[in-house]
T-cell receptor, first 108, second 113 residues
Framework: GQQVMQIPQYQHVQEGEDFTTYCNSS?????IQWYKQRPGGHPVFLIQ?????EVKKQKRLTFQFGEAKKNSSLHITATQTTDVGTYFC????????FGTGTRLQVFP | NAGVTQTPKFRILKIGQSMTLQCTQD?????MYWYRQDPGMGLKLIYY???????DKGEVPNGYNVSRSTTEDFPLRLELAAPSQTSVYFC????????????FGEGSWLTVV
C-alpha cells in the first residue's frame, strides 16, 4: 500500500527542549508536504520539499527531505507552548495520503 | 473568503440512521477529498474526486458514498450509521497538479449512538 509512517506517535517535552518527528514512505516520493493541526482544529500547510536532500527552515522549524526521497524529518528547536499540536507529513499524489502523525505536547 | 465550507458542524445520529455531510468550495479546485479522524488518531482518506463526475475510493470507503455533480460540491453520504463511524470528518480541496496545497474545512463532529 501507499503507507506513510511517522515516529514517534507521541512526544511530551519541556518548553525549551528540541523535538523531531520522522516520516517514512514505502515508496519514493516526488515531493512531500508538512502540515500542523492544532487541538480542535484542522490541518494547515507548513511547507513543501521537492529536491533530494533538501533542507528548509522556518524560524525554529527545520525540514529535511532524504537523499532517496523516501523519508523526511521536521525538527523544532527550543519548543514553545504554541508548538503544541499534531504534525503530519503527506504524499501529494492524487490520493493525498497523510502520515500517521506525531502529537506534540509541550509543558511550560 | 469562504474556502471550504462543511455542514453540519456537529451531529448525533442513532444507529441505522442515514445522513449527508455537505461540502462546498469556492476556489474552483478540481480535486476534493473526504477524510475521517478518530480521536487522537491520524487522517484516513474515505473518498476523493479529481473533477465533476469522477470519484474514487480512498483507504476506508466502506459505509460511505459520495457524488460530484458540480465542481463546487462534494457531499458524503453515510448509510446505516454504526458506532464505528463516530469521528471527525474533514472535507478538503486543492488545485490539480503535483505539489499543490490542500485546504481543509473546519470539520464535522459526528457521534453515532
Amino acid at each position: 500500500g501507499q503507507q506513510v509512517m511517522q515516529i514517534p506517535q507521541y512526544q511530551h517535552v519541556q518548553e525549551g527542549e528540541d523535538f523531531t518527528t520522522y516520516c517514512n514512505s514505502s515508496t519514493t516520493l516526488s515531493n512531500i508536504q508538512w502540515y500542523k493541526q492544532r487541538p480542535g482544529g484542522h490541518p494547515v500547510f507548513l511547507i513543501q520539499l521537492v529536491k533530494s536532500g533538501e533542507v528548509k527552515k522556518q524560524k525554529r522549524l527545520t525540514f529535511q527531505f532524504g537523499e532517496a526521497k523516501k523519508n523526511s524529518s521536521l525538527h523544532i528547536t527550543a519548543t514553545q507552548t504554541t508548538d503544541v499540536g499534531t504534525y503530519f507529513c503527506a504524499r501529494t499524489t492524487d490520493k493525498f495520503i497523510f502520515g500517521t502523525g506525531t502529537r506534540l505536547q509541550v509543558f511550560p | 473568503n469562504a474556502g471550504v465550507t462543511q455542514t453540519p458542524k456537529f451531529r448525533i445520529l442513532k444507529i441505522g440512521q442515514s445522513m449527508t455531510l455537505q461540502c462546498t468550495q469556492d476556489m474552483n479546485h478540481n480535486y476534493m477529498y473526504w477524510y475521517r479522524q478518530d480521536p487522537g488518531m491520524g487522517l484516513k482518506l474515505i473518498y476523493y474526486s479529481v473533477g465533476a463526475g469522477i470519484t474514487d475510493k480512498g483507504e476506508v470507503p466502506n459505509g460511505y458514498n459520495v457524488s460530484r455533480s458540480t465542481t463546487e460540491d462534494f457531499p458524503l453520504r453515510l448509510e446505516l450509521a454504526a458506532p464505528s463511524q463516530t469521528s471527525v470528518y474533514f472535507c478538503a480541496s486543492r488545485k490539480q497538479g503535483v505539489g499543490n496545497t490542500i485546504y481543509f474545512g473546519e470539520g464535522s463532529w459526528l457521534t453515532v449512538v
